[in-house]
Each structure stands twice: as structure tokens, then as C-alpha cells.
């Protein structure tokens, strides 16, 4: 599979972007899809997660009831929306892909196979 993350740029703090993350070389319909961040000097972390069985969505604290994860199986796309973006949002944001991925391995980066190349988000104050 491979990953190609779009749509990272400068905002300003409240403002909103939308991230997306299109597939190719598999159907992601049977792969949990997820984005990560990495600030510079921090290690990357998890964001968000859909997962292909039910459905269910996860978000990390930080970014709960502002950030949005989606996914469009026939457009084969996983989609991130963030809205009342702050600086600390200030990171280079990647989408990455897993099966058999167990729920308690969701957040973690080795749970993931495939990853995409990374987009720059900057919030600016």
C-alpha cells in the first residue's frame, strides 16, 4: 500500500484545515487508518484512528471534539479535519495504515505497516 498524505499548510490559531490521505495499491476497506504527528524535537504520536471493523473512531486528548477522522472506502481516502486549530497543533502530520491491528495497540506507531510521506501543518498565534 502506499500512502500520500495532502492538504498540511499555515493557518492561523481558531482556523481550520483538512487533511487527506489517499490509498493506492490496496483497498483500505479491511485497513485501520490513522494519523500521527510529529513536532520537531518530539517523538510522533498518535492523533486519530477509524477502524474498517464497526467503525469506531479514536482520538488522542489533545485533539478530542476539535479534530475529525473519516474515511471513504470507495474513494479508497481516510480524511482528517481540524478545526480550532492552536499552535501546539504545530507538527508534520502523517496518515498510516494497519490490519489486525488490536485495540489496545491503536495509538502506538509500531501497530502500522504503512505510512505516508507526511504533510507540514503550522498554526500560527
Known amino acids: 500500500v502506499q500512502l500520500q498524505a495532502s492538504g498540511g499548510g499555515l493557518v492561523q490559531a481558531g482556523g481550520s484545515l483538512r487533511l487527506s490521505c489517499a490509498a493506492s495499491?490496496?483497498?483500505?476497506?479491511?485497513?485501520?487508518m490513522a494519523w500521527f504527528r510529529q513536532a520537531p524535537g518530539k517523538e510522533r504520536e498518535f492523533v486519530a484512528v477509524?477502524?474498517?471493523?464497526?467503525?469506531?473512531?479514536y482520538y488522542a486528548d489533545p485533539v478530542k471534539g476539535r479534530f475529525i477522522i473519516s474515511r471513504d472506502n470507495a474513494k479508497n481516502t481516510a480524511d482528517l479535519q481540524m478545526n480550532s486549530l492552536k499552535p501546539e497543533d504545530t507538527a508534520v502530520y502523517y496518515c498510516?495504515?494497519?490490519?489486525?491491528?488490536?485495540?489496545?495497540?491503536?495509538?502506538?506507531?509500531?501497530?502500522?505497516?504503512?505510512w505516508g510521506q507526511g504533510t507540514q501543518v503550522t498554526v500560527s498565534s
Open positions: 477509524t477502524r474498517w471493523s464497526g467503525g469506531r473512531t
Open positions: 498510516a495504515a494497519g490490519s489486525s491491528v488490536i485495540l489496545s495497540n491503536v495509538r502506538s506507531t509500531n501497530a502500522y505497516h504503512y
Open positions: 495499491g490496496r483497498t483500505l476497506s479491511r485497513l485501520d
